[in-house]
């Protein structure tokens, strides 16, 4: 079966730095065609699709308000896919999750994801 597991969330100050991991298991990175995006929710708020990593193209950006901030990467070998976060700011702070898919980001919506995982949570201070 396919497992999503977030992780790597926690507490840091306006400006700092994380990187969140996104664990993947029920299918191979190097093997298979897939899709697995990064996406949050803070309270009150509805969910953003972040960006997306896929087998054939590579990856996608969808958020103007993180681009050049946040990149998204993989490692096949390791089936884990990550999302380096720089020049964190308060409007950050949401609870992000991991979601995966067949085929490529381009051939559906990125809130098609059939596959979620357990999110993490990331606050900014202030």
């Known amino acids: 079966e396919v497992q999503l597991q977030a992780s790597g969330g926690g507490l840091v100050q306006v400006g700092g730095s994380l990187r969140l991991s996104c664990a993947a298991s029920?299918?191979?990175?190097?093997?298979?065609?897939?899709?697995i995006g990064w996406f949050r929710q803070a309270p009150g708020k509805e969910r953003e699709a972040v960006s997306c990593?896929?087998?054939?193209?590579?990856?996608?950006d969808y958020l103007d308000s993180v681009k050049g901030r946040f990149t998204i990467s993989s490692d096949n070998g390791q089936n884990t896919v990550y999302l380096r976060m720089n020049s964190l700011k308060p409007e950050d702070t949401a609870v992000y999750y991991c979601?995966?898919?067949?085929?490529?980001?381009?051939?559906?919506?990125?809130?098609?994801?059939?596959?979620w995982g357990k999110g993490t949570q990331v606050t900014v201070s202030s």
């Open positions: 979601a995966a898919d067949w085929g490529p980001c381009t051939d559906h919506s990125p809130y098609e994801m059939d596959y």
């Open positions: 029920g299918f191979t990175f190097e093997d298979d065609d897939y899709s």
């Open positions: 990593i896929d087998s054939t193209y590579g990856s996608q």
